[in-house]
Each structure stands twice: as C-alpha cells, then as structure tokens.
C-alpha cells in the first residue's frame, strides 16, 4: 500500500472552527489522509479561516504568501481555504491567490474528499453552497481513536440575530440545530474514546431547538439527557446570546451537577444607546437582571463575556455607560475587541469613530477587565475545586488542568492526564491557579 498522504490544517477563530477542523480531518482520513504538525511536508494545506474582524480575515492572505515556496518547490501540493473566509470571498481567494486550489464554506465540509480528488493540476474546486443534505449525517461517526479528555460537539449552527456588525448570520447561514439523537450518539463516541467534559458549541447555543422525542428540545433538556451519560462528567456550553436564556437553563445551573459554574454571555456595550444601534434587542438593565438571576441560581458561577468599543456612534458617555456596567457584573473573563467595519454588515456604512479614541477606549476597558479577571482569580484562594487533568506540566510531576470555573490549575502530585480530582487552590499567578490535591 502506498504511504499515507499527509494533511496540514492551520485553524483560526472560535471554537466552532476547532470542532470543523476535526471534523475534515476525520473525513479526510477517509481519503487515506493523516494529519501532520508541520506544512513543510503535506500534500495539502487546509487554513480553517475566519472573518470576524478585518485582520483575522487579512492574515489569511499573508499567510498565503508563506506558501508559496513550498508550492513553487512542489506543484501537487494542494492548498484549500475553509471557514468563515472561504464563505464570504469565494472565487475572490483564488483570483487575488492564484495557488489555492479548493474553496470550501463551512456547510460543505462533507464534499472535502470529493473536491480534494478534484482539484490540483490546474483544476480548482469551489463549493461555497448552504446545501440541503445534513452534512452531521454524511460526515458519519467520528472514529474510534483514543483523545484527550475534553471536546468541541457543535449542536446548533448558524445565526438568525443579525447584530448590526457581525458577519456570522452570512457566513454561517440561518440557525440550524442538530437532531437530539445525533448529538447523544456523538456524545457516546467520545465518551467511549477517552472525553469526560464536553462543550456544547454553537453561535447561539442556547437558542437550540433540536428535534427529539416528543418534539422540539430545549437546550436545557438536551443537557439533562446529557447529563444521564456514564462517564461524561462535566458539559459546558457557548456561546449564549441574552434574549435566549430561558428559565430552564437558568435552573439547571442550580440543579445540573454536571453543568459547570462557568456562562459566556457576551453584552457588547453597556449604553442603550449603542445597545439599540447595534440592534442587540435588549437593554443594558436587562442584561444585568439576568446576571442576577443566573447568580441565584448558582452563586458561584463565573461569568465571562464579550466588548466591542468604537462602535459608530458610540460618544464618551456610551463609554463611561459600558464601564460601569462591567463594574456591576464583575466578570471573570472578558474578550474586548475595537469595532471593525466589515463588508456587507448595516455597520459599515455609518461614520466610524476616531480610531485613536477607540484604541484608547479599548486600553482603558482592558485595564479594568483584567483587574476584574485577577480578582476573581485571586478569590479562588483557599477553595476547594475539582479539577479535570489535561496535559503534563513544564516542572518534572507537574500536572495542567481546567477548573471547574474554567481556570488553568497546576498541581504536582499523583494524578494522570484525564484524572478529575479535587484541589485545594494554594496561589494565584497572573494568567494561572496553583494547588494541592485535596
Ligand atoms: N454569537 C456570539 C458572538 C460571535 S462573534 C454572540 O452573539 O455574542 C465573537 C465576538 O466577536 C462577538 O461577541 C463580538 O464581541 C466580536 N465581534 C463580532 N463582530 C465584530 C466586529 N465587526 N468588530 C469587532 N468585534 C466583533
Ligand atoms: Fe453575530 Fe449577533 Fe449572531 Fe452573535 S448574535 S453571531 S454577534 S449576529
Ligand atoms: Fe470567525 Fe466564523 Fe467563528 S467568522 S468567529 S470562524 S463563526
């Protein structure tokens, strides 16, 4: 038999671009691909782009560029674009990168092998198609090879919110979320592969209404199905929008033992004003009501979210309203982002704002989400955690592990990479925990 061929993927963005390269992985591995770490000896390239914001999408091209040594050297090396990019610029990747060879969109990912057979010598293939065909069903089960004990299992794809700067809703298509007894059948997979925390992904998870028995399904009650799984410990979920936190959901972070104490609920801005321009549908008091209610429900639960700054219009005063929202909600993680004016989203035509007052917004709201993040984690001192293990430490017996709160934990001690044990915290570091065994 001849030698396998050897498949190189660069991933960018969230996590749903973890999960998809996986899964073209798994497929093309029924090509008679297998993956390799380094692209200097591939047979193909695979960048899993995303276009969020204008320099995620940019560093595609550049890293394009860094190719094309390695393509002039080797003729049928092939090299496809996959993601959010792929999606959105289509035939215009191969027009300003006349080397790529495939365009795949993220709702094509189960033609990979059919397109890979196609392309190369001169002959490209482009497939930027929302199908009708399940690609979850095509794509079939996921193999039986050991992993690691955490995973990505995406649920719910697609967006129907069409925030005023966002470009998920084109690049995504319209919500779309997978049948109950898909995700538990995935859910078993790995389980019996070595998985005990799962994630379950989505661009509006918790808008999931997957069909099961009886009829529609809520997130929540897909998570107390999940829930009942044998050796499936913990399961965590992002990310949620605002307006879909229903009741139920709330609940289950009281009740759900298995639902760990961590929610990513991004906001975006903490002034109505820019709240309403950004057409978010609710308010920024909405928003912190709902903290507080996710809050009885689980005291603990660390909160982290997401900000745009500079977003047109936004004046001194949408600011100063965005800061003293952070103040009140007093997150554990925080991503914050300057505003970027992205092609085809209501957004882009209106005035921007001065970029070097954005910039120095962004400073100012960093510096306060960073104190706020250090805080938090200076308060897990002295707790008792559980901590899932997942990789060796730099320090000889050095173990790595998540918290429950999502918390990097080092603890040197006798435990293994997918142990689950409690640790007592002993420090905090700026970006890590520290503990003993309990
Ligand atoms: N579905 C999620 C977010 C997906 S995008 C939600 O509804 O919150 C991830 C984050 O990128 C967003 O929360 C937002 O903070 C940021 N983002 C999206 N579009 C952006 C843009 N045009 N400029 C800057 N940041 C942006
Ligand atoms: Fe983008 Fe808004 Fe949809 Fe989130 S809810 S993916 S920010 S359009
Ligand atoms: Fe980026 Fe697409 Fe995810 S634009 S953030 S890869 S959904």
């Known amino acids: 038999m001849a030698d396998p061929r050897k498949l190189y993927i660069r991933t960018y963005g969230c996590q749903m671009n973890v999960y998809d390269s996986e899964r073209m992985a798994e497929a093309m591995g029924g090509a008679g691909y297998v993956e390799t770490d380094s692209p200097d000896d591939a047979d193909m390239i695979l960048l899993n782009t995303c276009h969020i914001r204008e320099k995620a999408a940019e560093k595609v091209y550049s890293e394009l560029g860094r190719f094309k040594d390695l393509k002039a050297a080797r003729p049928d090396l092939k090299i496809g674009v996959a993601g959010c990019v792929a999606q959105a610029e289509g035939e ?48 079939k089960g996921r193999g039986k090879a ?34 109950v007894a898909q995700v538990l059948d995935e859910a078993r997979d790995l389980v019996e592969r070595g998985v005990r925390e799962v994630t379950l992904l989505g661009q509006n998870v918790n808008a999931y209404h997957g069909d099961g028995p009886g009829g529609d399904w809520t997130l929540a ?16 979920f992002t990310t949620s929008h605002p307006n879909d936190m229903d009741d139920d959901l709330i609940a289950a972070h009281g009740d759900c033992d298995k639902l760990m104490p961590y929610l990513h609920l991004p906001v975006q801005s903490g002034s109505d004003r820019v709240l309403k321009r950004m057409a978010r549908k609710h308010t920024a ?79 100012r709201l960093q510096a306060l989400l960073t104190r706020q993040q ?65």
């Open 92 to 139: 215009e990747i191969m027009r300003r990168q006349p080397m790529v060879d495939l365009v795949v969109g993220p709702q094509s990912y189960h033609r990979l092998p059919e397109m890979e057979a196609k392309a190369g010598q001169g002959s490209k293939a482009l497939d930027t198609d929302f199908p009708e065909e399940d690609k979850f069903a095509r794509l």
């Open 146 to 179: 050991k992993r690691g004990p955490t995973a990505f299992l995406t649920v719910q794809e697609g967006c129907d919110k069409f925030c005023a700067f966002c470009v998920v809703p084109y690049t995504r298509g319209a919500e779309v979320s997978r049948p």
């Open 221 to 236: 009650r897909l998570i107390r199905e999940l829930a009942k799984l044998d050796g499936l410990d913990r399961i965590r």
């Open 285 to 363: 008091e909405q928003y912190i009501r709902l903290i507080e209610r996710i809050r009885a429900a689980r005291p603990d639960i660390l909160i982290s979210g997401d900000f745009i700054v500079g977003f047109p219009g936004e004046t001194e005063d949408d600011f100063a309203d965005t800061m003293a929202l952070v103040e009140e909600v007093r997150y554990g993680q925080c991503y914050s982002f300057k505003y970027s004016a992205r092609p085809g989203t209501p957004a882009a035509e209106r005035e921007p704002v001065d970029p070097v007052v954005a910039s120095d917004r962004l400073t």
């Open 374 to 438: 250090r805080e938090v984690q200076d308060a897990m001192v002295g707790k008792e955690v559980g901590v899932l293990f997942e990789r060796k430490g730099r320090l000889p017996g050095q173990m790595v592990g998540k918290s429950d709160h999502l918390h990097a934990v080092h603890v040197t001690g006798d435990v293994a990479v997918g142990d689950l044990a409690r640790v007592r915290i002993t420090e905090s570091a700026p970006n890590s925990l520290a503990g003993a065994l309990a």
